[in-house]
């Protein structure tokens, strides 16, 4: 059963592994881990916004430099210890996702996806905008170091790892205990049919923008770490790419399932790093080599949709069933993801109810 | 006032860019209810094509042909590859495809053309044209790029309207199953829907890129301002995709010309322009009548 024990135990397991690898492994895999940690923290906040409570968001790049920013402009000019840094990180996002969520709240489907989209374009242009507070493109610079009782030598980037890790586990256990709650169910009812769900006494509106400030506050967290692994805000990092990226790792593992989001994470951060090194040690010319990453991480996607249409973690679960046999229908049912992102009726006129919306 | 003329003139060649992509995208949501985020590398890839067969023949027509045909063969062969196995599946997983799709064809641009930024030629002059002796902002390459993009519209408008291959595209847009149920081969309309968004995006990508130079990751922004021409519009209507595309060019244009912080601000101007006609019409400004959500 799920349970906040078993969430518990799970996390302290992945805790104590990561802890291992931090410690046997290189500075560079340890800022890969990092790396991953971060996207994770991002990626779930999404899975959650986009599997469960059917909204899409292209955006969420936007929070992360709104999570970001808010970070290195405490520790900068107020001295701000870290954690406090984060826990008011975490309140600006859920303030500004409450006010997308707001606005979001009345779009469907591309509609929905192309106001994110331009909300991810265009909010990192206010740094470039307003030099003297965000620094322009150049960023503003943040200092973060290994606290005192670690010693002198200890490895910065292991502290970072650390971190990281410890932030997105809290924040993967909180959101599996919310995924399962009240706030949980009511997401899915309203994702699955809006009237069902406004006829049972769900408050459509305010389910819809508190996922919004859920995944808003997930991607500030992020940004946050982003902040201190990289030691540099700037416009650069939170291109539309990178939104793209956490819809993309979302997607990938497994709309709508934490492990997925964990899995999409880990494709996302790996495939580029692994197919540069192989590419690096064939003595490719930088042209090429520089581009094989990207050519490959493409077709690495399109493969991924294509084989494993419910993400890796469908596929996973698939290859589980076919050792031990169906589970239970209930379990089934609770844990597959969605299928539809919205129902298509939103998107479609009345003669067009055969066909599903997607943006 | 002369000031507002050479925006507005130079609003309006962006915006009927801007139109182009926007068009593109509607043909391809009307027969597939899919939004195609590759787009705008596809066009890259087509005139980074046209580009070669410019530097080889020496002539600019050849290019602009060939890029065109390009366009039509990239977006048939995507659709038959690639889109077509995702139709029966969750519909954000076609939605990746056409990211993994982008993603790709920004490396494989990379590879075969490399990354360097490089020049586009114009068909004609961009020399500034003048009207008793006031400049007026646009140069005959503009002109062309306006009228290039009119005469397609208006084209694929007619052919929409006058053609029984268009009226088969509408039956299968309006509704697949009793098109199906008539004898059109929906599948196969569907691939022609593609070809087309190609060819209007390969047309896009030609005209634009004197003005942006040529690089794997080029048409990116003009992508995301022709989605949100679309949104704005409707993506359902085409005369939409040409309003939006043009109160887009033209509001971008005042924006990067009378603001004090000008470029920087216009991704702003855009987001601010998109919300407000978001909240006044979820749908998009031209968009079918809405029908009551159940």
């Known amino acids: 059963m799920q349970t906040f024990p078993r969430r518990l135990a799970v996390a302290v397991v992945t805790a104590a592994v990561v802890w291992f690898l931090s410690v046997r492994l290189t500075t560079f895999r340890d800022f890969q881990i990092a790396e991953v940690a971060i996207e994770v923290t991002a990626v779930a906040g999404l899975t959650v916004l986009t599997g469960l409570s059917g909204q899409i968001s292209l955006g969420n790049g936007a929070f992360m430099a709104i999570g970001g920013y808010t970070t290195a402009l405490l520790l900068l000019h107020l001295n701000w210890p870290f954690i406090a840094a984060l826990v008011a990180s975490a309140v600006v996002t859920a303030v500004a996702g409450g006010i997308v969520g707001v606005a979001a709240a009345r779009l469907r489907g591309p509609y929905l996806a192309g106001a994110t989209l331009m909300l991810g374009v265009a909010l990192p242009s206010l740094a470039a905008a307003y030099q003297g507070v965000f620094g322009g493109d150049q960023g503003l610079n943040v200092v973060f170091t290994t606290p005192a009782f670690l010693g002198a030598t200890f490895p910065l980037t292991r502290w970072q790892a650390w971190v990281s890790t410890m932030v997105a586990l809290v924040t993967l256990v909180l959101l599996a205990n919310l995924c399962y709650s009240r706030t949980g169910r009511n997401w899915r009812a309203v994702r699955d049919d809006e009237v069902a769900a406004a006829l049972d006494g769900v408050n459509v509106a305010a389910t819809r923008v508190l996922a919004f400030v859920v995944s808003a506050v997930c991607a500030g967290l992020a940004g946050s770490l982003l902040a201190i692994v990289t030691s540099l805000v700037a416009p650069g990092a939170f291109t539309i790419t990178l939104s793209i990226a956490l819809l993309t790792a979302a997607v990938i593992g497994g709309l709508g399932s934490l492990p997925g989001a964990l899995w999409g994470s880990l494709l996302i951060v790996i495939v580029p790093t692994y197919v540069t090194d192989v590419a690096t040690s064939h003595g490719l010319s930088s042209s090429v080599g520089s581009n094989i990453p990207i050519a490959a991480y493409g077709a690495v996607l399109i493969l991924v949709m294509l084989v494993f249409p419910q993400g890796i973690q469908g596929g996973l679960h698939r290859l589980l069933t076919l050792f031990t046999g169906p589970e239970p229908r209930a379990r089934i049912a609770r844990d597959a993801p969605a299928p539809h992102v919205a129902p298509p009726a939103d998107e479609a006129p009345a003669s067009q109810h055969e066909k599903e919306g997607s943006a | ?294």
């Open chain 2, 1 to 294: 006032m002369v000031e507002f003329l050479q925006f507005t003139l130079s609003g309006v060649v962006f915006g009927m860019i801007y139109a182009a992509v926007a068009l593109s995208l509607v043909l391809i949501w009307r027969g597939t209810r899919l939004l195609n985020y590759a787009q705008g590398a596809m066009a890259m890839f087509t005139t980074f094509v046209a580009i070669e067969v410019i530097y080889r023949t020496g002539s600019y027509w050849a290019g602009f042909v060939v890029a065109l045909a390009a366009g039509v063969v990239l977006g048939a062969v995507c659709q038959l590859t690639v889109i077509r196995p995702t139709m029966n599946k969750p519909p954000l997983n076609a939605v990746i495809v056409t990211i993994g799709l982008l993603t790709l064809l920004e490396g494989l641009a990379g590879i075969f053309f490399g990354g360097q930024y490089r020049s586009f030629p114009a068909a004609f002059s961009v020399t500034g044209l003048k009207v008793g002796g006031t400049a007026l902002g646009v140069s005959r390459f503009d002109v062309f790029v306006v009228a290039a993009v009119l005469v397609t519209t208006l084209a694929l408008g007619a052919a929409f309207k006058y053609t029984s291959a268009g009226l088969r595209m509408r039956a299968a847009a309006f509704n697949a199953t009793i098109a199906r149920l008539s004898g059109i081969r929906v599948a196969r309309v569907l691939t022609v829907g593609w070809a087309l968004a190609g060819l209007l995006g390969a047309l896009a990508g030609v005209l634009v890129s004197p003005s942006t130079f040529l690089y794997p990751s080029s048409m990116d922004a003009i992508f995301v301002y022709g989605f949100t021409a679309a949104v704005i519009g409707g993506l359902d209507s085409a005369v939409g995709a040409l309003a939006g595309g043009l109160l887009l060019g033209l509001a971008l244009s005042y924006a990067g010309g009378y603001l004090h912080s000008g470029a920087s601000l216009v991704p702003l101007v855009a987001l601010v322009i998109l919300v407000v006609v978001l909240m006044v019409r979820p749908d998009g400004l031209f968009s079918a009548t809405q029908v009551r959500r159940v």
